[in-house]
């Protein structure tokens, strides 16, 4: 079964500082990864996603990922954290043909500090 | 706005009642999600619709049901309903049933039951 762990349920930086959230993977190859984020009382907007084309995968907002199968991670990073990345971030993976449902890490809660 | 909608926006409900969520999916897009988002359970996968047929099944409970209409919106019924059910319950949906296809997310639905 696909599954993915999320190091970290709260993450502190402080405001210029890089970001980086972790995800490892479990999967059969190829696993399809992606990044979402949740803002306060809103839905899951899609940040990237990996398909393997590229293993490192730009997103909005300055984000970036970099898929490492030798380390079975997916984790995400931005150079520069802004008051406004301030979210619940989660790591999703899904499978093949067949079994695309979404599943979810237990997800990372950035808070920014000024 | 990912252009899934989802109505009501907010649901409050005694145990033991019956509920209705609707969900309609990006203008093209076949593939519906629902998911639950609970403290204790995290995001979880419940069931998924393509083009008007049951295609997967994930941790939904009996008591819970769903279909997916000839115009492609779908309904998510809660029955019997228990305390435990309160949570935000998600749809999502995607343009094929293709591999590693992204999913877009609906603003969500809060369900308090009292």
């Known amino acids: 079964a696909q599954s993915v762990t999320q190091l970290g349920s709260h993450v502190s930086v402080s405001e210029g500082a890089l970001v980086l959230l972790r995800c490892n993977y479990s999967?059969?190859?190829?696993?399809?990864l992606f990044w979402y984020v949740q803002y306060p009382n809103q839905g899951l907007q899609l940040l990237l996603k990996?398909?393997?084309?590229?293993?490192l995968v730009k997103g909005i907002n300055g984000f970036e990922a970099e898929f490492k199968k030798s380390e079975t991670s997916f984790h995400l990073t931005k150079p520069s954290a802004h008051m406004s990345d301030a979210a619940e971030y989660f790591c999703?993976?899904?499978?093949?043909?067949?079994?695309?449902?979404?599943?979810f890490g237990t997800g990372t809660r950035l808070t920014i500090i000024p | 706005d990912s252009g899934v909608t989802q109505t009501p926006k907010h649901l409050i409900t005694a145990t033991g009642q019956r509920v209705t969520l609707r969900c309609s999916p990006r203008?093209?897009?076949?593939?519906v999600y629902w998911y639950q988002q609970s403290l204790d359970q995290g995001l979880q996968f419940l069931i998924q619709?393509?083009?008007?047929?049951?295609?997967a099944k994930g941790n939904i409970l009996e008591r819970f049901s769903a279909q997916q209409f000839p115009d492609l919106h779908s309904e998510l019924n809660l029955s019997s309903l228990e305390l435990g059910d309160s949570a935000l319950y998600f749809c999502?949906?995607?343009?094929?049933?293709?591999?590693?296809?992204?999913?877009?997310f609906g603003p969500g639905t809060r369900l308090t039951v009292t």
């Open positions: 999502a949906s995607s343009p094929a049933r293709t591999s590693g296809g992204e999913q877009y």
């Open positions: 999967s059969s190859v190829p696993p399809y």
């Open positions: 990996y398909t393997s084309a590229a293993t």
């Open positions: 999703a993976v899904s499978g093949d043909f067949g079994n695309e449902k979404l599943t």
């Open positions: 203008s093209g897009d076949l593939s």
């Open positions: 619709y393509y083009n008007g047929e049951e295609r």
